[in-house]
């Protein structure tokens, strides 16, 4: 004896659901196709609910991975944008301190102070060791 809870179909009923089904959508032709009727004719099948629960989960963690991927390819590119500026920025500022540190520079920027560059070559003075 099978414990089985059938639900009879009212009989005007049937005429609906064939001439629903009978229909030449593709969703009618894929129900035809899987004959989902026959799975559903007790209810609602409870055994598989754990399996669709997990798909169904499985679905939701692959579309977040996703989206994460997405935010952190963002973030990178976002990243390498502000380190190429940063970059560009340096090399200027380097450039500027470069021609800034030039002999010539230097003499033109002191001559406002009153500093003059010197016309003798530097030389060297050497003390001999009992003279200091």
Do not use: C, W
């Amino acid at each position: 004896m099978d414990n089985k809870f059938k639900i009879e179909p009212e009989r005007g009923n049937e005429a609906r659901v064939k001439s629903s089904s009978d229909g030449k959508s593709a969703f009618s032709g894929l129900e035809k196709k899987l004959k989902l009727e026959t799975y559903f004719e007790e209810g609602f099948p409870v055994q598989y609910l754990p399996k669709i629960l997990f798909v169904v989960f499985i679905g939701l963690l692959y579309i977040s991975n996703t989206h994460y991927a997405d935010k952190t390819t963002r973030a990178i590119e976002k990243a390498q944008n502000e380190v190429e500026d940063l970059r560009a920025d340096f090399t200027t500022l380097k450039a500027d301190v470069m021609f800034a540190s030039k002999q010539s520079e230097v003499a033109r920027r002191v001559k406002t102070i009153g500093l003059e560059e010197s016309l003798k070559p530097p030389f060297k003075i050497v003390v001999e060791k009992g003279e200091y």
